[in-house]
Structures are given as C-alpha cells and as structure tokens.
C-alpha cells in the first residue's frame, strides 16, 4: 500500500543553519504531496504542497519539490530560526482514488539561538 | 470565519467504558476525515465522510469504533468498551470539496487517555 517514510527526529540545529528534512513515498498513481507542521500547543496546519512531478511547493523560506524520479519531497529551509520549532509532518495524498492523507511519522525540528 | 473545533480537548476514561468524540467541521466543508495520532507514531486515517455518508471506512481499526456525519455538519465518533491501546490524540479535519489537491483543516484533537 502508500506510504511515507521522512528521517526521524529530533533534529537540532543552531539559527541560520541550513535544514534538510527528507522524505520520500511509495505510492501508484500521481499523489499530491504536502508538508503539514505543529507549533507547540497549536493544531496541525498546511506549510507548502506540491500536486505534480517537478512543481516546487514554498511557503516562509520553506522548499520542497516533488521528484518522480526518486519518489521523494525533501523539505529545505536556507536559514531556520527559532521560531520554526515545530514537528513537521510529511504526507501524501490521491492515490487509488481516495482522498485521505497518508503521513510519515513526524519530525521534530528544535532550533536554539 | 470559525475553524474546525472539536470537543472535549481530553478525556480520560476507564477501560470498558463508551466515548464518544465531536467534531464540528468548518461551515460549508463538504468532506470531513478522522485520524488518530498514538503516542511517537504519525497521524492514521479512519475514516472519510463525504456529505452525510462514509464512503470510505478502510482505517477503523475495529468493530468497536464507529462514526456518524448528520446535516452535513457535525461529526460523532464513537469508540465502544474502549481499551489501553486507544488511548491518543484523534483529529479530525475538514475540506471544502473532496480532492487530492486540497488543504485539510484540521481541529485541535482530542487527547483521550484510557486508564
């Protein structure tokens, strides 16, 4: 069946360093793609997604491109801050006609100052 | 406009006992999805209502789950003599029309906890 597999957490990292959270899917069809985060003490919510190969999803300095290719959607951001401490959740969507999200387990991101 | 609420934010029950989980969907939202997030594992699917019908069950993990959709708006999911392995958080999202291209709305969840 569909799934997504992203790198486990948590990651650590200083402000301004260079992020790479990387996930990639198994999937027949063409999925959409999406990388959803959680703020401590807030709800779930859309950062980007991607609905075909080759398009780039960004949102807040966040990039991710949906590679057909190599069945991955890697999320990049060039210089993090603090505030983007959250657990970020890759997921996708579409396959065998069906609307539901299939996510990944989830990554923790803490960045200090 | 409101978003997706959900109440009670926890519950904490004793094994064997029914509970019973609300979702009120954003106005207007057509599809409406539940999940559940156990504790280090990602969010699981359980089901899908489109209008007042679930078209797609696939994720209830037994018999003693269940949920119903009314007037196209509130949702109830249902969980009978429930058990430890249960316990999680359980989401429920909303989107206007369903569609693989469209950004779910999810609620705050709710932290229910089996003794």
């Known amino acids: 069946g569909d799934s997504v597999t992203q790198m486990e957490g948590p990651v650590t990292l200083s402000e301004e360093a260079f992020l790479t959270i990387n996930c990639t899917y198994t999937a027949t069809g063409y999925p959409s793609l999406f990388w959803y985060v959680q703020y401590p003490g807030e709800g779930l919510q859309l950062l980007l997604k991607a609905t075909k190969a080759d398009d780039k999803g960004s949102n807040k300095g966040f990039e991710a491109t949906y590679r057909k290719e190599t069945t991955s959607f890697h999320l990049e951001k060039g210089s993090v801050q603090v505030s983007d401490s959250a657990v970020y959740f890759c997921?996708?969507?579409?396959?065998?006609?069906?609307?539901?999200?299939?996510f990944g387990t989830g990554t923790r991101l803490q960045v200090f100052p | 406009g409101a978003g997706v609420s959900q109440s009670p934010s926890n519950k904490v029950t004793e094994k064997g006992k029914d509970v019973e989980l609300r979702c009120d969907p954003i106005s207007g939202h057509t599809a409406l999805y539940w999940y559940r997030q156990r504790l280090g594992q990602g969010l699981e699917f359980l089901i899908y209502f489109q209008g007042n019908s679930a078209p797609d069950k696939s994720g209830l993990p037994s018999d003693r789950f269940s949920a119903e959709r009314t007037g196209e708006s509130v949702s109830t999911l249902t969980i009978q003599r429930t058990q430890q392995e249960d316990s999680a958080v359980y989401l429920c999202?909303?989107?206007?029309?369903?569609?693989?291209?469209?950004?779910?709305?999810f609620g705050p969840g709710t932290r229910l906890t089996v003794l």
């Open positions: 997921a996708l969507s579409g396959s065998y006609n069906t609307d539901k999200l299939i």
């Open positions: 999202a909303s989107t206007p029309v369903p569609s693989s291209y469209n950004e779910q709305f």
